[in-house]
Every structure is written in structure tokens, then in C-alpha cells.
């Protein structure tokens, strides 16, 4: 199986011009301040993914959520591009990163998905860098995997000695804010913890999978105008998209997410199901973006899955081809493909991969050169009328994060 039969070259018209054109991601983020950016990093066959927040409601400070750090260098020359990029320090709202590198809880939550190398490999590192005492890192989250490795060992000691860090593992359900951004626990279900201690359960399905909700919904009162004195609750959903971040995960834990998230089938009962709805909003597990598990390999994904996700944005963090497991997997890819466009029954050539809205971190342009299209930015506005926004940044899997490189893909 090559690389050519798994993913397509990606068609250089679909690029936008360079930065400092209008189409720049640093442009994108300044005239959009209240976004949210969600960064998926090329490094290959693993994991180091960066959500910048929207500024805080409080100081109006962006802060940073981050998921998996696979290699020593990817994030932090991210950080630092964030930070070289300041228009107006005095105007917090138009900032990047707008405290200084290291600064109080500018790393409100670190997490590694599970203690596999090409997930944290980066770990120790990124604590060397930014745990001070000041404490730049808020929160840490792991699944309470115990893997007896030199690197976990290590990052335990680390966090041992960082008491300034609160530390979380959490399993499906548990839900946290940060500020207007919601993040909630899809797996591993709570049965599937249990198990860890008996090695009952594969490293990979201990992943923590998470969905990123902005905004979040939020209940909210409305006064009566033919009750004085009384009050409406209610939820306000519409506006929010989400993104599903499927670390690891494999059929054990999206088959424990199924029955902790349920799906509600109108068809059986369509009364009750309107009304759950109406006071729940979509389904649980429904997103606009979905990062594929398990660097979509065959076991990380299935049909059924992605059509109950229904993402119009599938995201793929390997290499195209080749290493030593051939990620992505053409399995995966094919049911991918056939959740966007069924051709099944119908027979209709089938669209490429980029039409599909399928983008892999390890994908070149079709060039003579094979230009890498490298790491992936997404902007998610606050409000809902406002499409959202890709860019890649044009790195290999060993470059720096260059911003001012970004391109963004025609939609």
C-alpha cells in the first residue's frame, strides 16, 4: 500500500497567498480577537495539539490549553511565535499571547492523553521550560494509566515536585470551563478506569478523548413581561461548535462513549426525543471537527463512528505513509471518505481528499517539490454566522513554527 492510494497530494489552488496577505493566520486572529484557535502540530506519527483561548473575561488575557506534546521543539517554537507577535500591548483584546512567556497560569491546562511516547515524549521538556514557581501551568490531566517506563517515571517525579499544579485524572462526564470555552471527558468511561490496575485494558483505549465546546452552551435567565418578578430559564446552545480530540482511542472506548453518551433515535420515540433535545441541544457526540484517533489507523475509527460525529472537518496527525505502521491507514481513510460522500450504493466518483474536508498533518502539495503542508491551524469564531477558518503552516515534522508561512485553504 503506498502513500499515493492513502492520501491525495494536496492541489496547490487551494492555497491562499501567503502571509502578509489578508488570507495570514496572524491576520485572521487580530481582526477575529474573540476567536478560538485550535493548533494540530505536524510531528509526524504522534500528538501535540494547542488550543489558544479567547482573552480571559476577567483581564482580558489569552491563555493556552494543550494536549499531548509528542517532541521537544514543536510547541514551545509555537509559544514563542505567539509571543513575537503582538500588534498592540497595550490593547490586551488584539493580542496573541499578550503576557510574557512563563507568566501565571498561562497554561491553564496541560494534558497528556496517555503515556505513550508519542504523546509525551515532550512533557518533561515543556515542564523544564514553563514550571516555575510562579505557576504557568494551572492544571494537569492523565488518565491514571501506570506505564513503567523511564519517561513516565520521569514525569511523574516532575509533577511530584510542581505541588503548585492541580492534578486531575478524570474519565467520561467530568466537565470543566475556562471561562467560555467547555471541555467534557468522552472516555475512557468510568468501567474502563477501573480496569487500568488489572491491565485489563489496552494503553490506547485509556486515552483521554475530549470534546472542546465554544462557546459554551449556557443557562440563562429572561425576565417574564406578563409575570413581574418572574423569570425564564433557559439554554442557550446554538451558537456553540465543537471540536472531538480522539487522542489514542480505539473500538473498546468509543464503544464505552456510545452508552455513556447515548444517542437519542427519533424514529422510537419522537415526543421524547424532541424534548431532549430541546433541553440538551445535538447529540453528544456530534462536532464540526474530529481528530481522528489513533493517527487514523484501523483499529481508531470505524464507519459508524464518524457518521454519528458527523464532523464536516476530519483531522489526521501522521505522516502520509510509510514509518514503521503506515499511518494513516487506508481502512480508516476509505471510512472517512465514506462518511463525507457516500459513493457505496450511488457509484460516484469519488471527491479528493481535500474537497472531503479530510487533511492529514503529513500531506505535501502536489509539486514537483512535494512541499510539506505541515501542522493546522483552525479559527472558531464566537458567533456561529462566521464560517470557520483553516490555514496550514508549511513546516516538515522537524521544522520550527514559522506563523508569518501560514497559507490558508480555500473553502
Known amino acids: ?15 491562499l497567498p501567503a502571509d502578509p496577505a489578508p ?5 485572521a486572529i487580530e481582526s477575529d480577537p474573540e476567536a478560538l484557535v485550535y493548533f494540530l502540530l505536524n510531528v509526524g506519527d504522534g500528538d501535540s495539539q494547542v488550543v489558544l483561548l479567547p482573552p480571559d473575561s476577567n483581564d ?7 494536549v499531548d506534546v509528542a517532541t521537544s521543539g514543536k510547541v514551545p517554537a509555537l509559544l514563542d511565535s505567539l509571543h513575537a507577535h503582538k500588534p498592540d500591548v497595550t490593547d490586551l483584546n488584539k493580542g496573541l499571547l499578550t503576557e510574557p512567556p512563563g507568566s501565571s497560569r498561562q497554561i491553564r491546562l496541560l494534558v497528556v492523553t496517555h503515556p505513550h511516547a508519542d504523546h509525551m515524549r515532550g512533557v518533561p521538556d515543556l ?7 510562579n505557576g504557568c501551568i494551572d492544571q494537569f490531566w492523565d488518565p491514571g494509566f501506570y506505564f513503567p517506563t523511564p519517561m513516565f517515571h520521569t ?8 505541588p503548585w499544579i492541580r492534578r486531575l485524572q478524570p474519565t467520561s462526564g467530568t466537565t470543566c470551563y475556562f471561562d467560555d470555552v467547555k471541555v467534557t471527558v468522552v472516555g475512557p468511561g468510568v468501567g474502563l478506569r477501573m480496569r487500568f490496575d488489572t491491565y485489563g485494558v489496552e494503553i490506547n483505549d485509556s486515552s483521554l478523548t475530549l470534546m472542546v465546546e465554544f462557546p459554551a452552551g449556557r443557562v440563562y435567565t429572561e425576565s417574564d413581561p406578563d409575570k413581574e418578578g418572574r423569570a425564564d430559564r433557559k439554554t ?3 451558537s456553540s461548535r465543537r471540536l472531538l480530540l480522539g487522542a489514542d482511542a480505539q473500538f473498546t472506548s468509543w464503544a464505552q462513549a456510545t452508552v455513556d453518551f447515548p444517542d437519542l433515535h427519533s424514529q422510537r420515540n419522537p415526543v421524547l426525543a424532541t424534548e431532549l433535545r430541546a433541553a440538551r441541544g445535538r447529540d453528544y ?3 464540526e471537527v474530529f481528530k481522528l484517533s489513533h493517527h487514523a489507523s484501523k483499529h481508531g475509527v470505524n464507519l459508524e463512528l464518524l457518521e454519528r460525529v458527523a464532523a464536516q472537518t476530519l483531522l489526521v496527525s ?3 505513509g510509510g514509518g514503521s505502521y503506515n499511518f494513516p491507514h487506508l481502512l480508516a481513510m476509505e471510512a472517512a471518505r465514506e462518511s463525507r460522500q457516500s459513493t457505496t450504493t450511488s457509484g460516484a466518483p469519488r471527491k479528493t481528499d481535500h474537497e472531503l474536508g479530510i487533511h492529514c498533518t503529513g500531506g505535501t502539495l502536489n509539486d514537483t517539490a512535494g512541499t510539506p503542508l505541515g501542522s493546522i491551524a483552525i479559527v472558531v469564531p464566537r458567533w456561529k454566522h462566521d464560517r470557520l477558518r483553516m490555514f496550514r503552516l508549511m513546516d516538515d515534522r522537524r521544522g520550527i513554527i514559522n506563523l508569518s508561512q501560514s497559507r490558508e485553504v480555500a473553502p
Open 23 to 27: 488570507g495570514s493566520l496572524v491576520n
Open 127 to 133: 515542564l523544564d521550560r514553563y514550571n516555575g514557581t
Open 318 to 320: 501522521s505522516g502520509s
Open 285 to 287: 457526540m456530534a462536532a
Open 1 to 15: 500500500m503506498t502513500a499515493a492510494t492513502v492520501l491525495d497530494p494536496f492541489d496547490p489552488a487551494t492555497l
Open 236 to 238: 442557550a446552545r446554538d
Open 60 to 66: 482580558g488575557v489569552r491563555r493556552l490549553l494543550i
Open 155 to 162: 514525569l511523574m517525579a516532575q509533577l511530584e515536585a510542581s
